[in-house]
């Protein structure tokens, strides 16, 4: 069972970790101070690794920059390894792959515990959580 109680900076729970996205991402969508306001980008891991250039465009759109052609061989070959090199410390992987595979290892009681503690913050990054796998929305 994961731990719940609040998170501490050497063991992260699960209800701390929410507590932590929930404010960093109300914070990002609309409760900036004004001098931020328009200049603060949200990027969700899993948004990027099913479509990095496409997230990628994004960013680079909302910084008012090109996106040049280097980077985008860049990003690709960084987000759609082929390698043979499964190392924990690769620095190239299939990054769709990679994004949720931390599900597959949940038990059913932690997936619960997770919805439980969770819910709004799931809801809120665009996932659709069913206690059975807890899914993006496609």
Not at 23 to 41: F, V
Not at 112 to 130: A, F, H, M, S, T
């Amino acid at each position: 069972m994961l731990p719940i109680q609040e998170i501490n900076d050497n063991n992260p729970t699960v209800r701390g970790l929410c507590k932590w996205i929930r404010e960093n991402t109300k914070r990002s969508s609309d409760q900036l101070p004004p001098w931020l306001q328009g200049r603060y980008h949200l990027v969700i891991y899993e948004d990027f690794a099913k479509a990095p250039l496409t997230e990628t465009h994004k960013i680079y759109n909302f910084i008012g920059m090109p996106l040049k052609p280097e980077l985008k061989k860049f990003v690709h070959g960084m987000t759609h390894s082929n390698s043979s090199d499964k190392s924990l410390f690769s620095t190239s992987k299939d990054a769709q792959k990679t994004a949720n595979k931390w599900m597959k290892y949940l038990t059913v009681m932690e997936e619960r515990q997770i919805v439980k503690e969770c819910l709004d913050v799931l809801q809120l990054l665009g996932y659709q959580p069913n206690c059975t796998r807890i899914l993006p929305e496609s």
